[in-house]
T-cell receptor, first 115, second 112 residues
């Protein structure tokens, strides 16, 4: 297992375009998290899944953002009609939530630049 | 809502010395977990140490230890015998009922 994988690593897009990011968690992990991180700040929680169920969404996740985890494995995060303020690092993390909570393992992130 | 505050945007330490990074949090939950993560420049975030709130004993991982004061809602990280490779941004994180909250981080510089 190579850990949490995120693709693409970098994405440059024009304002108004749609973008989609993918996250492949560690295979046996049932929880998957999405965060957004801007320069000099801590990760901001966006949403998380337990298996295929999306259990919580942050108010930061406007109606332009949508996340899916259709089969309880990989997840996608789509941003529609991108804005310059969407430029950030998007982090995915996974964990195994059975009994005591273990830590979340992070991917390397997808850096989005909206021009 | 839970909040996590790291009051030290930047800290520096001499190699081989000890440094303590501060973290306070606010929550109404009684069962939760606290973590310190390290994020080197342009690299992914990795776990340094974790603490279960129901455990009174402070967690220790080699040169890293925490001072967990539940009543004061304080969770500081002590790095002993600092090494050049410890230079990074350190984030304190809270995990309650599913959702996690991170502080804004402390940038640690290690001077040779």
């Amino acid at each position: 297992d190579t850990g949490v994988s995120q693709n693409p690593r970098h994405k440059i897009t024009k304002r108004g375009q749609n973008v989609t990011f993918r996250c492949d968690p560690i295979s046996e992990h049932n929880r998957l998290y999405w965060y957004r991180q801007t320069l000099g700040q801590g990760p901001e929680f966006l949403t998380y899944f337990q298996n295929e169920a999306q259990l919580e969404k942050s108010r930061l996740l406007s109606d332009r953002f949508s996340a899916e985890r259709p089969k309880g494995s990989f997840s996608t995060l789509e941003i529609q009609r991108t804005e310059q303020g969407d430029s950030a690092m998007y982090l995915c993390a996974s964990s195994l939530a059975v009994g005591p909570v273990t830590e979340a393992f992070f991917g390397q992130g997808t850096r989005l630049t909206v021009v | 809502a839970q909040t996590v505050t790291q009051s030290q945007p930047e800290m520096s330490v001499q190699e081989a010395e000890t440094v303590t990074l501060s973290c306070t949090y606010d929550t109404s939950e009684s069962d939760y977990y606290l973590f310190w993560y390290k994020q080197p420049p342009s690299r992914q975030m990795i776990l340094v140490i974790r603490q279960e709130a129901y455990k009174q004993q402070n967690a220790t991982e080699n040169r890293f230890s925490v001072n967990f004061q539940k009543a004061a809602k304080s969770f500081s990280l002590k790095i002993s015998d600092s090494q050049l490779g410890d230079a990074a941004m350190y984030f304190c994180a809270y995990l309650g009922a599913g959702k996690s909250t991170f502080g804004d981080g402390t940038t640690l510089t290690v001077k040779p």
